[in-house]
């Protein structure tokens, strides 16, 4: 969660949704829409950000990670939220400047515009931080 102020993107709050990999993948995906909605119960955003979905190397993880995301997506809508989509390479560009940016200079750029000590983790919490900057700063510009 992220706070845009004039031109500075402040970091709220972070974290992941974790689920057992022994429930059911119905009840998983509940547990990710009920967590979800309370993250926006609390925080009251105006948009969320998503990543596009990416399967160059493991495409067998592909639906059940784009049922989860469809998840996401449909909390965020049925809230009125502007739901925005960015590819990796246009949120790489928007954090450092480079589209083929590596992983661990998104984390450390990231780290730096949000004034934080450490890298955030875990991963797939980062790389959300990154697509809230990437929203923050672009989503007045309509969608990307």
Sequence with gaps: MVEKNGNRVRHLS???I?????QAHAQRLLQIYQHIKAVIAQWG???GAVETLYFAKNVKSAMPVAEARGVLCMA???AGLSVYEYSPATI???ITGVARAEKTQVQE???L???LEKTPSPNHAADALGAAICCANTALLGPA
């Design 14 to 16: 972070h974290g992941c």
């Design 18 to 22: 974790e689920t057992s990999p022994r």
């Design 45 to 47: 955003p105006a948009s």
């Design 76 to 78: 965020m809508a049925e």
């Design 92 to 94: 790489k560009l928007a």
């Design 109 to 111: 750029m990231t780290r």
């Design 113 to 115: 515009i949000l004034g």
